[in-house]
């Protein structure tokens, strides 16, 4: 070591490194290691797993609802520029507005019979809001009348793909003044599957079908008129405000509910599942800190000739305190690397290959998505140390407390 290095550190290397240690001192000191590594390690990644689970849901959401949705709990709208341009007053916040007609409706293919929602949309202004456009997998968005775009999961479930003709059945006749008319037979509509759609999300997958603005309002006898829209809103808006700003503007019976209220529930139980998983797992590092702890007791016991003969040539009692407590906190920090660089390297490789798939129709995606937090990963880091710090704390007040004649007494 340079000669600058400090008398502490010196005395903790030679500590730890020294030959004549005991064997099992020396694997009780590598199981500290360990412990703390796998404790960093397996928050490392499933913290970043959490993450990559609530990242990858706002994505589909978002990209399926925009950031906000306004929609009428009652009769269709009639004026939907001017409710746009009510919107945009409000928010001004607001980058693009996209309006549609969503109604329920049952569907059947060549194979199946399906129940499904048929959302109208207007192909000039959705790819500004949402990413239906660009989640097209074979085909193309609907344009004409009686063309539609099945989502991937409800296609297979039907047998239907690009060509298939499939017919639209609705249980229910709707009257141009919004009133619904119950019908003895439903009203059953051919329609031509021009593409299909995979938003990566299992409910809208396997529920939703896309086709024209006119087509529903035609469908329905709605000419004209929307059930709801779909709002991006400027970089940093705080959009859960946003919506309560248009639900208080416009009242009843419209809402309002941006991408974190459509699944509040879900994003709660990911949350709480974070914050319990994390609070398990740091036992893990609590746990490794005892083996820290026996680790200097340990060495105190096998170095208490040393000790006391540093003590009676003149090391300090702070001095002492500071050895171990360098020597417990070295074990921690250790770990406390390795673990780091093991999770970063497991995070990068999930995140790159998707190599684990997941059930979809349980999990709502089909593989573990991973974003990592580098302020999450900072704070895990900092804990494991303070950990590791805080179980040398009491070793090393005991062996200050030591008297050079007990090492010495009887030697």
């Known amino acids: 070591m340079p000669r600058n290095t400090p008398f502490v550190l010196i005395l903790a290397r030679r ?85 549609s007609f969503v109604t329920e409706l049952m569907i059947s293919g060549p194979q199946a019979v399906s129940g499904a ?22 085909g193309r968005l609907p344009t004409a009348f009686g063309e539609v775009t099945l989502g991937s999961v409800i296609a297979d479930r039907i047998g239907a793909t ?20 119950s019908t003895s037979t439903p009203k059953v509509v051919k329609a031509q599957v021009v593409g299909i759609v995979q938003m990566g999300m299992y409910e809208y997958d396997s529920k939703f079908l896309f086709t024209s603005l006119r087509t529903v309002q035609k469908i329905l006898d709605q000419p004209g008129r929307v059930t709801s829209f779909k709002l991006k809103m400027m970089p940093g ?24 209220q459509l699944n509040k529930n879900l994003f709660y139980a990911i949350q709480l599942e974070k914050v319990v998983i994390a609070i398990i797992l740091t036992f893990i590092i609590i746990v490794a800190a005892f083996n820290v702890v026996s680790t200097l ?25 500071g050895l171990f407590c360098l020597i417990g906190s070295g074990v921690g920090m250790i770990g406390t690397v390795i673990g780091l660089f093991i999770g970063g390297g497991v995070n990068m490789f999930l995140s790159k290959t998707h190599w684990i798939d997941l059930p979809a129709e349980i999990y709502y995606i089909g593989f573990l998505p991973v974003v990592v937090h580098w302020n999450e990963i900072l704070l895990i880091g900092f804990m494991a140390l303070a950990i590791s710090f805080l179980a040398t704390v009491y070793p090393a007040i005991q062996v200050t407390r030591k008297s050079p004649l007990d090492g010495l007494r009887y030697e």
């Not at 929602?117 to 074979?138: A, F, M, N, Q, Y």
């Not at 016991?301 to 009676?312: S, V, Y």
């Open 162 to 181: 690009e060509g298939t003709e499939i017919r639209l059945i609705l249980p229910f006749a709707q009257t141009g003044d919004g009133d619904v008319e």
């Open 297 to 321: 007791m340990m060495m105190i016991h096998d170095k208490t000739k040393e000790i006391a003969i540093l003590k009676a040539m003149g090391l300090r009692p702070w001095q002492c305190f």
């Open 15 to 99: 500590f730890i490194l020294s030959k004549n240690s005991d064997r099992f001192l020396s694997f009780i000191s590598w199981v500290s290691v360990v412990g703390v590594a796998l404790g960093v390690l397996a928050l490392t990644v499933v913290t970043s797993v959490i993450n990559g689970f609530e990242g990858e849901l706002e994505k589909v959401i978002t990209g399926m609802n925009g950031d906000v949705i306004f929609y009428s709990r009652g009769e269709p709208v009639e004026e939907p520029r001017e409710v746009e341009e009510k919107i945009r007053k409000t928010l001004p916040d607001v980058q693009s507005i996209t309006h």
């Open 237 to 260: 808006t705080d959009t859960w405000r946003a919506s309560n700003q248009l639900a208080e503007v416009f009242g009843p019976p419209f809402r309002a509910k941006d991408w974190a």
């Open 117 to 138: 929602v048929l959302e109208g949309i207007d192909s000039d202004t959705i790819g500004s809001v949402t990413e239906i456009p660009s989640r097209v997998i074979k």
